[in-house]
């Protein structure tokens, strides 16, 4: 096919978004579906996926099959397979043959020197969709828990994500095992601490405070952070004692920053604290957290006297950046 074939293509497939008659629409995604080249058909996948079209649900389950034939050929990149994975999850197919099948595919690909997995991102779409579906809890589980360990991170953090998401308290020993035992990738283990934190018991928040002291300064960051961004009152609290000790300011800096994203207005109320109460660098980062925050516009007013009271340039033109522009 010459490119200006299958830009033409693209083009008519887009075009789709605004057609009107919906038994046209699944009828030309029907049809793309069927194409040999697995960018285009995971274009169509998209449409199908974003336009909610269900009566497509057979036919990206019967489209997916050959794409795991002779894969490295029919979809490299797993661009058709991942494509398809989420159209699934949003269409709200909770059947777990598609998931089950594509959280432990593997596909090595030649690059140069020797070859690399392109199917991370569909085994960590897997996990995150299997969590909705119809099979046992232990299933589900011990899935998730084989993901933890896989050797890929984004595979990794999505099996994290997915735990927390699944909502099961007996999903807590894995994420606290993994935490314990540590990752590499500091994001992983931060992607357990939240977790942890979304799930009962309420145990889970002494656990992750425990790493606010980690030698490591990266997985102490982490702990804070998800503190931070927990929807729980106690973990603001915890957080509050810990900064009137001796905090490294990388720490510090993850409080203020993770603060900042917080849907708690305690949270708000705090960094207005901070922002008075500290100078320099401290100051700076509570302003600029607060103008990132979803209170910005009601903490403005308290914001603007405490800059004005320091009379410090920095604070202002951080201000006027974040809270004027």
């Known amino acids: 096919m010459s490119k200006q074939a299958f830009e033409k293509k693209i083009a008519e497939l887009e075009a789709l ?7 046209a629409i699944a009828g030309a995604v029907r049809k793309a579906l069927k194409d040999r080249n697995n960018y285009l058909v995971s274009k169509a996948v998209a449409i199908a996926g974003d336009l909610r079209i269900e009566d497509l649900i057979p ?6 099959d050959r794409f795991f034939q002779d894969p490295v050929k029919t979809d490299p990149q797993c661009w058709a397979k991942n494509a398809i994975v989420k159209a699934l999850k949003d269409l709200g197919h909770r059947n777990a043959n598609v998931y089950l099948r594509g959280i432990v595919h ?7 020197g020797g070859t690399a997995d392109s199917a991370a991102t569909l085994r960590g779409a897997c996990a995150l969709a299997l969590v909705d579906c119809q099979i046992d809890d232990l299933t589900i589980l011990n899935h998730l828990g084989d993901c933890l360990a896989d050797k890929e991170k984004p595979v990794r953090v999505d099996a994290a994500l997915a735990l927390g998401q699944f909502g099961r308290e007996e999903g807590a020993p894995l994420l606290r095992l993994k935490a314990l035992m540590g990752d590499s990738e500091t994001e992983v283990t931060g992607q357990c601490f939240a977790s942890l934190l979304s799930l009962p ?11 606010l002291r980690h030698e490591d300064e990266e997985v102490a960051a982490e702990a804070a952070s998800a503190l931070a961004t927990s929807h729980e009152p106690e973990a603001l609290g915890v957080l509050k004692n810990f900064w009137q000790k001796k905090v490294p300011a990388e ?9 900042g994203a917080s849907t708690l207005r305690a949270s708000a109320d705090f960094l207005l604290q901070v922002l008075s109460a500290e100078s ?5 980062q509570a302003l600029t957290a607060l103008g990132a925050s979803r209170f910005r516009s009601e903490v403005r007013d308290a914001a603007k006297a405490a800059v004005e009271s320091k009379a410090d340039a920095e604070l202002s033109r951080i201000f006027a950046k974040k809270f004027t522009e």
Do not use: N, T, Y
Not at 17 to 23: I, N
Not at 252 to 259: E, F, G, T, V
């Open 106 to 112: 593997v596909q090595l690909e030649p690059v140069w």
């Open 59 to 64: 036919d990206l389950i019967g489209a997916v």
């Open 17 to 23: 978004r605004s057609a009107s008659d919906p038994a």
């Open 201 to 211: 018991p309420s145990e889970s928040l002494g656990f992750v405070q425990r790493f």
């Open 251 to 259: 720490v510090r800096r993850a409080i203020l920053i993770s603060l």
């Open 280 to 284: 320099g660098e401290l100051a700076a």
